[in-house]
Structures are given as structure tokens and as C-alpha cells.
């Protein structure tokens, strides 16, 4: 397999595995992973909300307040775990990809 076609693959096995645990989380909530999920991606949520654009913060919620907080908070741990669910995908299709078949 190239390595163009392990990188679109990882990067759409990376946003599955996101909504699926997200959507798990929303289900059937368990405190300890949601706040795991939650405080990894409060960083970057954060450093979407101070050094964003202010067109871009009202892009996201017109109104402002709670809502763009909340929509920073969301991107930031979209994006923290898209990267950890992608590497964690493109190192099993590496992995995966290296094994060759053994001749007789």
C-alpha cells in the first residue's frame, strides 16, 4: 500500500474512531474517560479561543459567550485526539503493511 493511501486511511479511521468513542461517551456516559477525552483537548481550546480571529470565534456562535467556549472546546479536543487516534492508526497500518508474506 503507498503512503498516500495509509495516510487517508488513517485520517478517516482517526475522525471514525473520534464520533465513535464521542457518540459512546454521549450514550452511555462514564465520568473518568469523558473527563480524560475533555482535559486533553482543553489546551488547544483554549489557544483557539486567545489567539483565533474574532471573525472566526463568531463564525462558530454568533451570540459569543458560553456557546464559542463551547465550540473552542470542541475543535480543540476534535483536533488533540484526531492526531493521537491518527498516529496511533498510520503506526497499525506501518506495522500491518511491513509484514510480507513467507515463502516456501
Known sequence: MSTAGRICI???AAALTFAAIFALLVAHPMPLVGQVFVRAGYPLGQAILEFAPAGFIRTLAPEGGPEAVGWAMALGM???WFVVFF???LLLLWRVGRRRPVQA
Request: zero cysteines; a neutral charge.
Open 10 to 12: 488513517s485520517a478517516a
Open 78 to 80: 476534535f483536533a488533540t
Open 87 to 89: 498516529a496511533a492508526w
